[in-house]
């Protein structure tokens, strides 16, 4: 866990402060490390008891340049293993986050935004009530499972509308180590996450045991 940004430096209005500091801190992983990170990351996750038996998953597709654990192989190999995926497709006129099953990774195209989406034609909505896990990037997250983002707040409210559901799939958040803090103030649009996956640990917020090492 980061040491630096303990609870002193939480407190009162510091997250935009935490988001460019792990976010400068994030981009300026070398690629070598990024993808060594993410393996060990993604192998802990394909362990997960709750990724392997989940048929429909919603992940998000990382971009490169800000150095977010490499979703890529991860997505190609659940669609080769036979998952449905399910990608975010995001509204920034509207401030939210749809939704959209994908059969390929070649349906995929880079915007300017640096974000890959669903080419136009491949556009397949899909009732969030069948997605089975929920797999979020952060920029920061603590034990509690309360993260912060990029800080437009696409995940926040798409997290929302998740708990609005009758039956709420659960959520996990794939990060480094150094992003964990040891406190986030929250405040009411805040939704915390159920699992965090790191290289070096499964964090479980809201279970009795605190880390499992899978």
């Known amino acids: 866990m980061t040491e630096a940004f303990g609870e002193f430096a939480l407190l009162g209005d510091k997250k935009s402060w935490i988001r460019q500091t792990l976010l ?3 981009r300026g992983l070398p690629e070598e490390q990024v993808q060594q990170k993410s393996k060990l990351i993604i192998d802990r996750l394909r362990r997960f008891p709750l990724y ?4 429909v998953i919603h992940c998000y597709l990382s971009v490169p340049k800000l150095g977010e654990v490499d979703t890529h192989d991860l ?4 669609l080769k293993n036979g998952k449905r995926v399910v990608v975010p497709v995001t509204d920034f ?3 939210v986050i749809k939704h959209s099953e994908i059969k390929s990774f070649e349906e995929l195209e880079q915007k300017p935004s640096g974000l890959k989406e669903p080419k136009r034609g491949y556009l397949r909505p899909i009732d969030l009530k069948l997605i089975d896990l929920v797999i979020l990037p952060c920029v920061a997250i603590d034990p509690q499972g309360n993260r912060i983002g990029m ?3 696409f995940y926040d409210r798409f997290l929302s509308d998740l708990h609005a559901l009758s039956r709420l799939p659960p959520t996990v ?5 150094f992003q964990m803090v040891d406190r986030i103030e929250t405040g009411p649009k805040d939704v ?3 699992w965090i996956i790191t290289e070096e640990k499964i964090y479980s917020p809201h279970n ?3 880390r499992l090492e899978l």
């Open 24 to 26: 400068s801190r994030r």
């Open 52 to 55: 392997q038996r989940a048929e």
């Open 75 to 78: 997505i190609k190999q659940a």
């Open 93 to 95: 006129k509207r401030r």
């Open 151 to 153: 800080g437009g707040g």
């Open 173 to 177: 958040v794939l990060a480094y180590e």
């Open 192 to 194: 915390g996450v159920e």
């Open 208 to 210: 009795s045991q605190d």
